[in-house]
């Protein structure tokens, strides 16, 4: 048995093929058809003590700017409720990606250490996304999946500490179920996350500023290294706040979002 598994396991290590074809460490991003990048904007609220967020328009804006510029066609639904968001997310994972090369999705909301809000209730990350997997979305198997959180995650402040210097395939394969994700939020679990009301979040918009500039020539990773870098350095809130946004990749390949 032991030598079995072992051939099994040389023979997956000598594919270089993946399920779109080509560069075993690329996706293939060449599909006919424009991907979808889907924009849930949440400004108002019926939840008692949650406040308008002002400066989401922004957000809003400036996403759908910047994936026009990358190639995808952009849909926005704004203040749904929950069973309005279920209903949404059903439809557009009903919908052939066959001919797309990834999915994106951002997400503009408030948020706890429980999840995201709708415009009543809230939902969790993990329930947003397993619309998209393999199981549930199967034209997109094998693709890109990419979803960018504004929200808090948390009520604490992270005010920063001081450092001493500043450092300068044709052929199908079986996939995991969860393979080909990524989530890139503004903040990790537990913080604050910042919007300012007349020019938008500090993540959206550096993410977007970074995605216009070096799209054509980074990989999706590197682009969301220097986001963080770019939030981390460049922005501070009026009482010494602080952002470090964080990502996390079950991506199995490089994503080129330019080459659309």
Same mark, same amino acid.
């Given at each position: 048995m032991a030598e079995q598994l072992h051939?099994?396991? *040389?023979?997956? $290590? $000598?594919?270089?093929? *993946?399920? *779109?074809g080509g560069d075993q460490y690329c996706y293939k991003m060449d599909y006919?058809?424009?991907? +979808?990048c889907l924009i849930l904007n949440m400004e108002?609220? $019926?939840?008692?003590?949650f406040d308008r967020r002002n400066g989401t328009h922004k957000d809003k804006n400036t996403l759908k700017?910047?994936?026009?510029k990358l190639g995808f066609e952009v849909r926005i639904e704004e203040d749904l409720l929950y069973t309005q968001v279920q209903n949404v997310l059903q439809k557009v994972a009903a919908e052939d990606h066959s001919k797309r090369s990834c999915f994106a999705c951002a997400v503009l909301s408030h948020g706890n250490e429980n999840g995201i809000f709708a415009r009543d209730q809230n939902f969790t990350l993990n329930w947003l996304v397993d619309f998209f997997n393999k199981r549930n979305c199967k034209s997109l198997a094998g693709k890109p999946k990419l979803f960018f959180i504004q929200a808090c995650r948390g009520g604490e402040y992270d005010f920063g500490i001081e450092t001493d210097s500043g450092s300068d395939g044709s052929s199908a394969i079986e996939i995991p179920n969860e393979a080909d994700f990524l989530y890139a939020y503004s903040t990790p679990p537990g913080y604050f996350a910042w919007r300012n009301s007349v020019d938008g979040s500090w993540f959206i918009q550096s993410l977007c500023k970074v995605l216009l500039e070096h799209g054509n020539? +980074?990989? @999706? !990773?590197?682009? !969301?290294t220097q986001v963080n870098h770019k939030v981390a350095i460049e922005y501070e809130s009026s009482i010494g706040g602080k952002e470090m946004p964080c990502?996390?990749?079950? @991506?199995?390949k490089n994503v080129y979002l330019a080459a659309q």
């Open positions: 051939e099994t396991w *040389n023979k997956a $290590d $000598d594919d270089s093929t *993946n399920v *779109n006919p058809e424009k991907s +979808l108002r609220f $019926d939840i008692q003590g700017k910047t994936f026009k020539k +980074l990989e @999706l !990773l590197q682009i !969301l990502f996390a990749s079950m @991506l199995t």
